[in-house]
């Protein structure tokens, strides 16, 4: 068995041109959804993330606002720029690139976004509403892992999860996700102590800890589906994910790449976000 790539830019290039034609529909109304991201510091890889969530925005035709500040720029005049963000009504979604700097609190900023702004969906109304089931912004890389087992039309119901990773950001609203869809859910983790087991009772497997080889062949069930969400770099510097792509991709159904899998999939659940923002507050 040679498991099917479930290819994240090809999927990211279909969603965008919804969102683009979606983002036309408000224009002939007289709205333009609108971002805008707050880069605080000069952090090379935030930088990079920045500027590809600015570009995806412009590309899909939404407006985005970017808004760079230096490091020593205090809690107290961030929060106050993140307040002015929120009675514009210009500004549909608002971001503010972590990691912050170590004198700012990342979660007291997090909270002061408005809920019906927070298309990172990281403020913890977002996180209630993941947990009860009530409409919200989903964070966006697991909300973007569920559209990628919907583009391969994969029935999650009775089906058994293993997300590996207890992140606030992947690995928690990755579980209330794949349990709103029926799917039996393990949580493992670094104090899990038999990863293996668990991972060889999994129909689908989420890796999300930012740890080469993680999940290998062996901890694969035959024809099991495996997300990878990990960013890492190999010996000689390349990119790659969680999972041992090469030996997992012998044993597992699908498998997501790393580039070019979940990746892409979270700056197009961002403009998905930002344009249900600006949905909502048009009606």
Request: aromatic share 2%; charged share 20%; glycine share 8%.
């Amino acid at each position: 068995m040679t498991a099917q790539i479930i290819d994240g830019n090809a999927l990211s290039k279909q969603l965008r041109t919804q969102v683009a034609a979606r983002a036309q529909a408000l224009k002939i109304r007289g709205i333009t959804p609108g971002l805008a991201v707050v880069l605080v510091g000069d952090n090379p890889a935030s930088q990079v993330y920045v500027r590809n969530k600015v570009k995806a925005c412009e590309d899909s035709g939404l407006h985005s606002v970017m808004e760079k500040y230096e490091s020593s720029m205090t809690e107290s005049e961030l929060l106050a720029r993140v307040d002015a963000l929120n009675n514009d009504p210009n500004i549909h979604g608002i971001l503010v690139q972590l990691p912050l700097p170590s004198h700012i609190n990342a979660q007291r900023v997090i909270e002061a976004i408005s809920p019906s702004k927070d298309v990172d969906g990281f403020h913890i109304a977002s996180a209630g509403a993941l947990m009860t089931g009530m409409p919200g912004f989903w964070p966006c890389t697991p909300y973007g892992c569920m559209k990628m087992l919907e583009s391969i039309g994969y029935n999650l119901r009775g089906k058994h999860a293993v997300v590996i990773g207890r992140s606030n950001i992947v690995g928690k609203p990755m579980a209330l996700m794949l349990l709103q869809q029926n799917a039996t859910v393990t949580i493992c983790h670094s104090a899990t102590p038999d990863l293996k087991a668990m991972t060889l009772q999994a129909d689908v497997i989420v890796a999300a800890v930012g740890k080469r080889n993680v999940l290998t062949a062996d901890m694969v069930k035959p024809g099991a589906v495996v997300l990878d969400v990990g960013m890492n770099r190999d010996n000689e510097g390349k990119l790659c994910g969680d999972v041992d792509f090469e030996g997992v991709k012998k044993v597992a159904s699908h498998i997501t790449p790393v580039p070019g899998g979940v990746g892409p999939m979270t700056i197009t659940m961002l403009l998905v976000n930002t344009l249900e923002a600006a949905e909502r507050a048009s009606n």
